[in-house]
């Protein structure tokens, strides 16, 4: 689980936190390794995500998946404020927060809603939220450094 650190301190609000993020095709960024198509034609988009730890998945609004190219994977059952609701999942996403990357899944939003960045891909960069100083910062059980646990 994605752990928050909170240490009041006078003068700072709480808030919501948004960092950069760099979502790439995958397949894209593959056949560019091999050389068989150039960089600038890796699909990819740089956006704001509100970093939401109570949202499971990289969440993007269905036209920026589209404009990514991902494949449809399946449909997922989600739980919202409103009840559920079906959405659509999307593998081949190469995500980038702070020089850390993953490869992960991408949950297709309706249109102009927020970019989410959830609780897997959180804990598989190794990042815990600091609520206060509204940042990401890497786990400090491991010194700050990414880091995997198999135990």
Sequence with gaps: MVRTIIEPKPGIEMGRLVVTIEVENVEDRERADRGEIPQDQIRRIETEALVDSGAS?????EPMIEALGLKFHRKRDCKTVTGVITLNVYRGAQLTVEGRT????????????????????????????????HRLVGNPEHDGQWMAEVF
């Design 57 to 61: 998945f990289l969440s993007m609004p």
């Design 102 to 133: 993953v490869t992960d899944e991408v949950l297709g939003l309706p249109e102009n809603r927020q970019v989410l960045l959830g609780q897997i891909p959180l804990e598989r960069l190794d990042f815990w939220i600091d609520i206060v100083n």
